[in-house]
């Protein structure tokens, strides 16, 4: 059974920054995207970033130049480095996984929170 364990989340204040990791333990294979959300309250869950196996890298226009996702040379662990955190930040931060077998897998969650 596949899993998705994040780490990283915590309270940090406007400025700072955080390093978000997800790592998938079991048997997976054939990733083809790697990608982090964010969700609060009452609102959708957004893409923040993604990356393909490629190395092609996508970004929400909220997090642009702030924000850079990258991945492990096994390719089974992405991190999401965020920089210059504000309050409108803060939300839940959750890791995404997308096989070519058709596999979609989620995190359980981060909690993030920018505040001072």
């Known amino acids: 059974q596949v899993q998705l364990v994040e780490s990283g989340g915590g309270l940090v204040q406007p400025g700072g920054s955080l390093r978000l990791s997800c790592a998938a333990s079991?048997?997976?294979?054939?990733?083809?995207?790697m990608g982090w959300y964010r969700q609060i309250p009452g609102k959708q869950r957004e893409l923040v970033a993604g990356?393909?196996?490629?190395?092609?890298?996508n970004y929400a226009d909220s997090v642009k130049g702030r924000f850079t996702i990258s991945t492990d040379n096994a390719k089974i662990t992405v991190y999401l480095q965020m920089n210059s955190l504000k309050p409108e930040d803060t939300a839940v931060y959750y890791c995404n996984f997308r096989t070519l077998r058709g596999g979609y897998y989620w995190g359980q969650g981060t909690q993030v929170t920018v505040s001072s």
């Open positions: 079991g048997s997976i294979f054939s990733i083809y995207f």
């Open positions: 990356i393909t196996n490629g190395g092609t890298t």
